[in-house]
């Protein structure tokens, strides 16, 4: 079964950090592309973070410098992080993982992150 679970999120004030995770049950993961997306209230769903399947990185300039992401490969399950230090008013958001290379995979309920400065 293809599934994609956020959690991690919360309240958080600025200057903080944050680790969001996903686990993204299925085979069609562990060789693809993954990425973190955030969605803005009334906006499409954004990409900010992004690693190749041989671990190669790549982030929007809001994010660079503040935030790591970083797979670990288990059997039919790939395990996203976003480490999220020095966190902003402006990173309030729902936070999506996904992988880029195959749109039709649903996307999962995200997780939430809500700067309470």
């Known amino acids: 079964q293809v599934q994609l679970v956020e959690s991690g999120g919360g309240l958080v004030h600025a200057g903080e950090s944050l680790r969001l995770s996903c686990a993204a049950s299925?085979?069609?993961?562990?060789?693809?592309?993954m990425g973190w997306y955030l969605q803005l209230p009334g906006k499409r769903r954004e990409l900010v973070a992004l690693i190749t399947s041989a671990g190669r990185t790549n982030y929007v300039y809001s994010v660079k410098g503040r935030c790591t992401i970083y797979r670990d490969n288990a059997e039919n399950t790939v395990y996203l992080h976003l480490q999220m230090n020095s966190l902003k008013p402006e990173d309030t958001a729902v936070y999506y993982c996904?992988?880029?290379?195959?749109?039709?995979?649903?996307w999962g309920p995200g997780t939430q992150v809500t700067d309470s400065s």
């Open positions: 299925g085979s069609v993961f562990s060789g693809n592309d």
């Open positions: 996904r992988t880029p290379e195959v749109p039709e995979v649903p």
